[in-house]
């Protein structure tokens, strides 16, 4: 009997295969609700997450941004502006104003987010890049308030600061702090006599005074990376004397601008004896104070820019109308696709370029 009802309590076959059925039944449901939904929803949703994903900035590229590698900038421009900084004065505290600089630039050309995109719309095509466009304010050293309005524009730019000025070394400290970059506004001698001020090179001078003179004021301004000279309509004509001012800037590893306040200067012929890079100026921004003016100036320089070689445009501190109408057309100057930059991004940038070839 015991056997008889142990065998009663099995299962019959039928059940199990009834159960079976139920679990097919139940998944097929699913499987039917799904097609539905997919085929209700179709593919959107997916390709919004796609293009969503596209149009957020890669980590990959910002950790990668060359700007990070503060030794690697620092060394690089040095070898871009001639060879590399030579025992003695100075070479120490210069290679370590590259280096603190490198971080500078580094740090302002981190890899910015892409805008976001609604699911569903493409991503903006990239702006055309019609070219940079330099801008160096002379004259600093003088006035701070003057020199808040060029501080507080948002976009890289050069300033000048005269040496030997009751505010040339605060001058320097605040284009620092800005983040903006620093340039030694040599004095030289001019045609007529006029007075270049403090800390100026003469005619009458022998070649090692000149570098005597330039190497002080160098020193006095903490974090220069560049001169130009203030006026020097006679003094760019004089071969010994430039010869020694470009031989410093290049022992040094800093870059040297040509106000060309004059024609017949020798800094070409001297910069290819030397085999360093110097640049030009293309435009004066202020020769009148006239807005009109300024904005005629400002498109000279585009001009240039759209040729495929930098445009390297002169201002003055003193001119309040110029650091007004820079204010207003920089987006629209970013919005055409120039670029505003520094002549020491531009040498990174261009070492950089040619180390990955």
Same mark, same amino acid.
């Given at each position: 009997?015991?056997?008889?009802?142990?065998?009663?309590?099995?299962?019959?076959?039928?059940?199990?295969?009834?159960?079976?059925?139920?679990?097919?039944g139940f998944a097929l449901g699913l499987l039917a609700l799904g097609i539905v939904a997919l085929l209700v929803l179709g593919?959107?949703?997916?390709?919004?997450?796609?293009?969503?994903?596209?149009?957020?900035?890669?980590?990959?590229?910002?950790?990668?941004?060359?700007?990070?590698?503060?030794?690697?900038?620092?060394?690089?421009?040095?070898?871009?502006?001639?060879?590399?900084? $030579?025992?003695?004065?100075?070479?120490?505290?210069?290679?370590?104003?590259?280096?603190?600089?490198?971080?500078?630039?580094?740090? $302002?050309?981190?890899?910015?987010?892409?805008?976001?995109?609604?699911?569903?719309?493409?991503?903006?095509?990239k702006q055309v890049d019609k070219g940079s466009l330099i801008i160096i304010i002379d004259d600093a050293g003088y006035d701070?308030?003057?020199?808040?309005?060029?501080?507080?524009?948002?976009?890289?730019?050069?300033?000048?600061?005269?040496?030997?000025?009751?505010?040339?070394?605060?001058?320097?400290?605040?284009?620092?702090?800005?983040?903006?970059?620093?340039?030694? +506004?040599?004095?030289?001698?001019?045609?007529?006599? $006029?007075?270049?001020?403090?800390?100026?090179?003469?005619?009458?001078?022998?070649?090692?005074?000149?570098? #005597?003179?330039?190497?002080?004021?160098?020193?006095?301004?903490?974090?220069?990376?560049?001169?130009?000279? +203030?006026?020097?309509?006679?003094?760019?004509?004089? +071969?010994?004397?430039?010869?020694?001012?470009?031989?410093?800037?290049?022992?040094?590893?800093?870059?040297?601008?040509?106000?060309?306040?004059?024609?017949?200067?020798?800094?070409?012929?001297?910069?290819?004896?030397?085999?360093?890079?110097?640049?030009?100026?293309?435009?004066?921004?202020?020769?009148?104070?006239?807005?009109?003016?300024?904005?005629?100036?400002?498109?000279?320089?585009?001009?240039?820019?759209?040729?495929?070689?930098?445009?390297?445009?002169i201002g003055h501190v003193w001119s309040q109308e110029l650091a007004t109408t820079l204010q207003e057309l920089y987006p629209?100057?970013?919005?055409?696709?120039?670029?505003?930059?520094?002549?020491?991004?531009?040498?990174?940038?261009?070492?950089?370029?040619?180390? #990955?070839?």
């Amino acid at each position: 009997m015991a056997g008889k009802g142990r065998r009663s309590a099995k299962r019959p076959r039928g059940a199990g295969v009834a159960f079976s059925a139920t679990q097919t039944g139940f998944a097929l449901g699913l499987l039917a609700l799904g097609i539905v939904a997919l085929l209700v929803l179709g593919p959107k949703p997916v390709k919004a997450v796609v293009d969503a994903r596209e149009a957020e900035p890669s980590v990959a590229a910002s950790e990668a941004d060359p700007g990070h590698n503060l030794e690697r900038d620092a060394g690089a421009f040095q070898a871009t502006s001639g060879r590399e900084l $030579e025992p003695g004065q100075g070479s120490q505290r210069d290679a370590g104003e590259l280096l603190a600089t490198a971080a500078r630039l580094g740090a $302002e050309r981190k890899v910015t987010s892409s805008p976001r995109v609604k699911p569903g719309r493409p991503a903006p095509e990239k702006q055309v890049d019609k070219g940079s466009l330099i801008i160096i304010i002379d004259d600093a050293g003088y006035d701070l308030r003057a020199l808040d309005a060029f501080l507080a524009l948002p976009f890289p730019l050069t300033i000048a600061v005269l040496p030997g000025l009751p505010h040339s070394a605060e001058a320097a400290r605040k284009t620092l702090l800005a983040g903006k970059e620093l340039i030694l +506004h040599q004095p030289m001698e001019a045609l007529g006599g $006029e007075d270049p001020g403090p800390g100026a090179l003469l005619l009458s001078m022998k070649a090692d005074e000149a570098t #005597r003179i330039v190497q002080e004021n160098l020193d006095s301004l903490p974090g220069v990376l560049g001169l130009n000279n +203030h006026m020097g309509s006679a003094l760019t004509r004089d +071969h010994e004397l430039m010869v020694a001012v470009l031989e410093l800037a290049k022992a040094r590893g800093i870059y040297y601008v040509d106000s060309l306040t004059a024609s017949g200067t020798v800094t070409k012929v001297i910069a290819r004896s030397e085999s360093m890079t110097t640049w030009e100026r293309s435009v004066f921004l202020d020769n009148s104070p006239e807005k009109a003016m300024i904005l005629r100036a400002i498109s000279e320089g585009k001009k240039k820019a759209e040729t495929g070689s930098p445009a390297i445009m002169i201002g003055h501190v003193w001119s309040q109308e110029l650091a007004t109408t820079l204010q207003e057309l920089y987006p629209m100057l970013a919005e055409e696709g120039f670029s505003l930059s520094t002549i020491a991004r531009l040498m990174l940038e261009e070492a950089h370029a040619r180390s #990955r070839n």
